[in-house]
């Protein structure tokens, strides 16, 4: 019902920048998402909130990438991204993105693989 693929991940050496972009195969407004988000799950680690943004468009990040990080979301193309700046190795991770609807579904995406050399 709702397809979310991720693309923009890459090796990127520290202090190097990404945009990650997660395109939804429908309108946001068509599946009532409430919440669009980004997750990492590095090795060894368990899957980790990243950045939220709801559909009143609060946005939430984790102490580790907050004033590094940035979500936000295109409406008219069904597109959430997560810019990432000032890139650390400790942000090396498959990023997945997620939306939540009103019904209380989650759909997640493929995930993107984003390494940080040092």
């Known amino acids: 019902q709702v397809q979310l693929v991720e693309s923009g991940g890459g090796l990127v050496q520290a202090g190097g920048s990404l945009r990650l972009s997660c395109a939804a195969s429908?309108?946001?407004?068509?599946?009532?998402?409430?919440?669009m988000a980004w997750y990492r799950q590095a090795p060894g680690k368990q899957r980790e909130l990243v950045a939220a943004i709801t559909s009143g468009g609060s946005t939430n990040y984790a102490d580790s990438v907050k004033g590094r990080f940035i979500i936000s979301r295109d409406n008219a193309k069904n597109t959430i991204y997560l810019q990432m700046n000032s890139l650390k190795p400790e942000d090396t991770a498959v990023y997945y993105c997620?939306?939540?609807?009103?019904?209380?579904?989650?759909?997640w995406g493929q995930g993107t693989q984003v390494t940080v050399s040092s």
């Open positions: 429908g309108s946001f407004a068509a599946i009532n998402i409430i919440v």
């Open positions: 997620n939306v939540r609807t009103s019904r209380g579904s989650d759909h």
